[in-house]
């Protein structure tokens, strides 16, 4: 079956641009999760969604990213005023529910320049 | 300090050789534990869990010490396919985000 996917798979933008990173997550899985990777480093969390709500975004690091899920399936990560800083590779996961094994799509490569 | 630490490697292995690595944890109320293997340019996968008894996956096998906070990966008879980086992951007893160590590089040679 069809896995977790991701648009687009590489993005260079320029500083101070805005961006939208798509996250399409397996079909029924009522969990989303956003996660950023640095080079050299371990993903980490960005932001939870259960069903349409946000559960936790806790991992957001400033008010330039937020993200939605209005129909409880597709999410959209938006970052705002784009920083070099915030060149990463962006991983959305899916899971069945809370708790249950996180299946991760291939990610987003975004480059700001 | 980063919650959850692993020896960046690369541990350079001879193929059909046995590899063991650690990563700790600094929360004590973590309360679930994995490895997931990360291949170059590529999304982590679930390797496996970690359990309290310890537990084996074919060649692999996971040992947690809750005591010291600490979480191990064996492999054994290695392969030239299980070069990658392999991930500690830690969840904690509240929320469901996993909280991912910086990884560790194995590389397997002929």
């Known amino acids: 079956g069809a896995g977790v996917s991701q648009t687009p798979s590489n993005k260079v933008t320029e500083k101070g641009k805005y961006v939208e990173l798509r996250c399409d997550p397996i079909?029924?899985?009522?969990?989303l999760y956003w996660y950023r990777q640095s080079l050299g480093q371990g993903p980490e969390f960005l932001i939870y969604?259960?069903?349409?709500?946000?559960?936790?975004d806790s991992g957001l690091p400033n008010d330039r990213f937020f993200a939605v899920r209005p129909e409880g399936s597709v999410s959209t990560l938006k970052i705002q005023r784009t920083e070099r800083g915030d060149s990463a590779v962006y991983l959305c996961?899916?899971?069945?529910?809370?708790?249950?094994?996180?299946?991760f799509g291939p990610g987003t490569r975004l480059t700001v320049l | 300090r980063k919650e959850v630490e692993q020896d960046p490697g690369p541990f350079n292995v001879p193929e059909g050789a046995t590899v063991a690595f650690n990563c700790t944890y600094s929360?004590?109320?973590?309360?679930?534990f994995f490895w997931y293997r990360q291949d170059c340019r590529k999304e982590p996968k679930l390797l496996m869990s970690?359990?309290?008894s310890g537990n084996e996956d074919g060649r692999f096998t996971a040992q947690l010490n809750r005591a010291s906070q600490y979480i191990s990966l064996l492999i054994r008879d290695s392969k030239l396919s299980d070069s990658a980086t392999y991930l500690c992951?830690?969840?904690?007893?509240?929320?469901?985000?996993?909280?991912f160590g910086g990884g560790t590089r194995v590389l397997v040679k002929p």
């Open positions: 079909s029924g899985h009522t969990a």
């Open positions: 929360n004590s109320a973590s309360q679930s």
């Open positions: 992951v830690v969840l904690k007893a509240a929320g469901n985000k996993l909280t």
């Open positions: 969604f259960q069903g349409t709500g946000a559960a936790d």
């Open positions: 970690v359990y309290s």
């Open positions: 996961a899916s899971s069945l529910g809370a708790y249950n094994e996180q299946f």
